[in-house]
């Protein structure tokens, strides 16, 4: 079963049923717009993670825009994209069962999809279901350029694998993974600089390694909301994968200084419950807003604090200079302290123009994890 | 869109897609008849909470071997449910817009439905959608016995939102919501019972003036996994609504002593990377386990450990003396730290007898949180 829609065009916003997903178009089009604008200027590719937004309709916008397509994590979103018209597709991370493989062999018949392998065990397996099928499959080393999650060592060991990826007649070698993920949260900006710093210098070693045995890179892949200026100003990267720019979140927002785009996407929670003076009890909790990168703020409240999230209540509490107080029936937005969990709890969004509801679509690619 | 199946009836767990939500069934049901055991022999009645497992399938398996009906936190649960056959249902939370409440007055021509209130305006909401469906809904006062939440205090509060509710031509007083939720995971036995005993105190002293002024409680609702014996033994409470107890979890199994419940339900999660000695990566991060109450621990492999949870991917240390290892495609049972979210992002359970699937059903409830 589906959650029914919350609203319907033309409504008013205290008109949506909640907890909502809700985004403000004319913000998220301006973020849109402005990476864009970036990735033209630094002469470098824009392929946005759909692991934020999950949907296809917000990446054909995003492609409109100029990206050349997206990236997603897992087999089930790269069918949630293709399924709805998006033609080129990498997905950014392992793939080694031999059912997601020939779900991702399916789905080369209906857009161009690229995957990434971090051991010889994982390339047989792609190749086997590639010669199954009759086709190439593009994959890309992953290479750890962070040193706490998948991925090859760059240099030699990228290389093995790259060259047993080339040499297969049912596979084609697509480049580079490279994604320093830790980089992106790292508060102070020479802090951010200097972790990607390391990770262009060991990527570009392994590119050169590459060349020097005739191996060119396609797509050298990486960098996020958090740090891709630094991977663009590298020279190293071919591709950015941002994805949280689109919409934004609170804990983004704790860098200094925060990424030059506004908060887009919210939460919108309704009061059902004010017990005490200077409490209030909302109806969204850890379930409708993820906590696993801090608590939600609340938009334009600075005198209201989310202090605690059970499954399905939110409290707040106000500050004692609170101008005003909260009544049961009244709604906030929530700004999420992180959007790409947060966005998995919902069936649909709510398209606002100012407190207008232009548009609801489905969140295609909602718990789409195998 | 849903989750695809993961798995088919007579397949292997080998098998199985995952990530996968999957129960064990002997142990599950063992769970059930052990509670049902309990609470006859207690001469309490049983509601056990739906916000755990989300299933009318569930809930009819729970009403066969004696419970009265369920509890849910949202009216979309209660659709849910309703919708699956289930009689008696108490929205064991406040419910205060109109369109929720117009819903759940459209769902008692099906099912019994009871809802909870804690402030007046709320129960004006009631009566009016009540009258305007030309029917009288049942209301229960919700007293705050942990001072934390949502509930009017115990006392003279309650006894006059009880007699506002009683006095009206459209609504029935059914009696009080009293849930002492911190109770649950405080981690010594004498410390529940204690907090337990305050509640107790409260919520009698309540009943006794409501007496007083000729109401009577049908309801005296509450307690949870951790705590229940403490809320049977108090004589006070007369339905217990505990829930996690079907599934248990890790957070629940840090409480000494734990309850006495088999750990049933698992992510399964295959290895997808084994980047480096000592280290493995699984394709099931907090998108698909939930974190709010500590990462999740790997079912029978003590020599591993679950460290990190990113979005898509969960990784796993091994103690150096490990005998084995793990290798790219092994699947690994993950314990939840906490199961009703958890549940929340799947579609599917898969009941296992063993290591074959027998069933495979929908999480009916799954983001049912309007």
Chains 1, 2 share one sequence.
Not at 175 to 199: C, F, K, M, P, T
Not at 281 to 287: A, F, M
Request: hydrophobic share 45%.
């Amino acid at each position: 079963m589906m959650q029914r829609p919350p609203a319907e065009p033309g409504m008013d916003e205290s008109e949506i049923d909640t907890p909502a997903a809700i985004i403000d178009l004319d913000l998220m089009e301006a973020n849109m717009d402005r990476m864009a604008a970036f990735c033209r200027k630094a002469k470098v590719r824009l392929r946005p993670h759909a692991k934020t937004h999950k949907s296809p309709v917000i990446a054909h916008w995003q492609i409109a825009r100029g990206a050349i397509g997206q990236c997603v994590q897992k087999p089930a979103e790269a069918e949630a994209l293709a399924w709805g018209g998006v033609r080129d597709i990498l997905v950014s991370n392992e793939v080694v069962t031999p059912r997601k493989l020939a779900r991702l062999a399916a789905l080369a018949k209906m857009a161009e999809i690229s995957l990434c392998a971090d051991n010889e065990g994982a390339v047989a397996a792609i190749e086997r279901v590639a010669e199954a099928a009759g086709m190439r499959m593009r994959v890309l080393v992953e290479i750890d350029v962070m040193g706490v999650r998948c991925g090859v060592l760059p240099g030699a060991q990228a290389v093995a694998l790259a060259r047993r990826i080339a040499a297969s007649r049912h596979l084609v070698f697509g480049g580079l993974q490279s994604y320093q993920g830790v980089a992106q949260h790292l508060r102070e900006e020479e802090q951010r600089r200097d972790a990607v710093a390391q990770a262009a210098r060991n990527t570009a070693e392994t590119v050169d390694a590459l060349r020097a045995v005739g191996l060119s890179c396609d797509i050298v892949g990486g960098a996020g909301t958090g740090s891709f200026a630094h991977e663009a100003a590298s020279g190293v990267y071919n591709e950015l994968q941002a994805g949280s720019y689109v919409f934004m979140d609170a804990d983004y927002a704790r860098n200094r200084p925060g990424p030059d785009f506004a908060q887009s996407l919210f939460v919108l929670s309704t009061v059902m419950s004010a017990p005490r003076d200077g409490t209030a009890v909302l109806d969204c909790g850890h379930k409708g807003v993820a906590v696993d990168s801090g608590l939600p703020l609340v938009f334009g409240r600075p005198e209201i604090e989310y202090i605690g999230a059970s499954d399905e209540h939110g409290t707040l509490a106000l500050r004692s200079e609170a101008a005003g107080s909260l009544t049961v029936g009244e709604t906030v937005r929530l700004v999420p302290g992180h959007c790409d969990p947060t966005v998995d709890r919902y069936d649909w969004y709510v398209g606002m123009r100012g407190r207008r509801v232009e548009c609801v679509f489905p969140v295609a690619g909602r718990g789409m994890m195998q």
